[in-house]
């Protein structure tokens, strides 16, 4: 079967189009209006585009005669078998139904070409992992100021800085920055992997060395024996204590025993996040009231769609902000503000390595803006 597209201003001229081409037994199997030409939705032209097929077998073939030549009586056709039409017919249908779904999905997609500079930068955010609607809509906001600046006369840092500002404009009224100790417990939660252990650490070595706080540990990781050895490691260099918390009411128990810390950092199992179970048990070992932050350690070396389904996991507990752990492990963490956008939830800490109490560092929309910018080579 022969399928083929036609763009036309109206149907009538998409009709003859297809009868000079394809002939009167021609049969329309799609047909819908689009809008061709223009520039990101500017100056277009409506047309109507149909999606025409013939098939072969029905087009009449010529017998040529010589003079003569005696014209042979034509065998009576063999008869196909009905079974094997049926299948051929809908395998050509399944094929056409494949075809048309992907010129759909064409059409749909938006122009994305842009003038030389403002492709580089939209190569970039593509490479950085943004969410395609928030590349769009920086790209649609910079092709604005690219006609209204002489974008053409601009070098690639100052579109870079005009990206800077987008990005900073997106991210008005999201929360940044390290704990206040307005509450005297931080609890962080997150899958394993990501470095809760090492950046309990890092916050408590700030508090203690930096700010001057009494500070102490629970721990509610008893599926590691590593990690409580680990938490251990630290708290004997910060001289705090440990507790161990297997139930509720160890926890209670534990509370009541540090009563007279003023800081007290809960480091929690790190579980396959995947396993929604593992949320709900977090609820029946540890008090999440108002006492409590609770901070959400997502991994930057992990894709975003994973960074996705962790978050949604963790919804049955109110999450604070979020920690952004392993920069220094990948070119790409465009997902810095994909999470911000799309949780709304403000991040407080970034780590770019494992030295305690170093590579730690508050987190700000400069420092966010800066990580990932800052990996655009110029």
């Known amino acids: ?36 030409g223009g520039f990101l939705g500017f100056f277009t032209k409506k047309n109507i585009e149909v999606i025409a097929a013939i098939d072969p077998d029905t087009q009449p073939k010529k017998k040529i005669v010589r003079q003569g030549q005696e014209v042979k009586k034509q065998n009576t056709p063999r008869r196909e078998n009905p079974v094997d039409n049926k299948e051929n017919l809908k395998t050509e ?30 190569d970039f955010l593509i490479d950085q992992e943004m969410k395609e609607d928030i590349r769009l809509q920086i790209m649609k906001n910079l092709l604005k100021r690219w006609y209204k600046e002489e974008g053409e006369t601009k070098e690639e840092k100052e579109l870079l800085s005009w990206t800077y500002e987008e990005l ?68 004997k260099i910060l001289n705090a204590p440990v507790e161990v918390a297997y139930s509720i009411d160890d926890f209670q128990k534990a509370k009541e025993r540090l009563k007279d810390y003023d800081f007290i950092l809960v480091d929690s199992a790190g579980r396959n996040f995947r396993n929604s179970l ?4 977090l609820n029946e070992v540890i008090d999440f009231n108002d006492e409590m932050e609770t901070h959400l350690v997502l991994s930057l070396a992990s894709k975003y769609r994973d960074m996705e389904k962790i978050i949604e996991q963790f919804n049955l507990i109110k999450i604070d902000k979020v920690i952004f752990t392993k920069a220094d492990e990948t070119d790409s963490v ?29 987190s700000t929309k400069e420092m966010v803006l800066n990580e990932v910018l800052r990996r655009k080579k110029v």
């Open 168 to 235: 900073d404009s997106l991210l008005n009224g999201i929360s940044f920055g390290g704990v206040s100790y307005n509450k005297k417990f931080l609890n962080l939660v997150g899958p394993t992997g990501v470095g809760k252990t090492t950046t309990v650490a890092k916050i408590a070595a700030k508090a203690a060395i930096k700010d001057g706080k009494k500070i102490a540990f629970i721990t509610t990781d008893t599926y590691r024996i590593a990690a409580i050895e680990q938490l251990k490691t630290y708290a």
């Open 278 to 281: 593992y949320v709900k048990q």
């Open 93 to 122: 249908i399944d094929e056409i139904k494949k075809m048309i779904a992907n010129m759909n999905r064409t059409q749909s997609s938006p122009s994305e070409e842009y003038p030389e500079g403002l492709s580089s930068i939209n």
């Open 1 to 36: 079967m022969k399928v083929k597209k036609y763009v036309a201003k109206d149907m009538p001229e998409a009709m003859e189009k297809i009868r000079q081409e394809l002939g009167n037994d021609a049969v329309i199997l799609n047909s819908k209006r689009i809008e061709t």
């Open 334 to 362: 465009g997902a810095m503000v994909n999470v911000h956008l799309a949780s709304g939830i403000g991040s407080s800490y970034i780590t770019t390595g494992q030295n305690v109490p170093d590579d730690i560092s508050e």
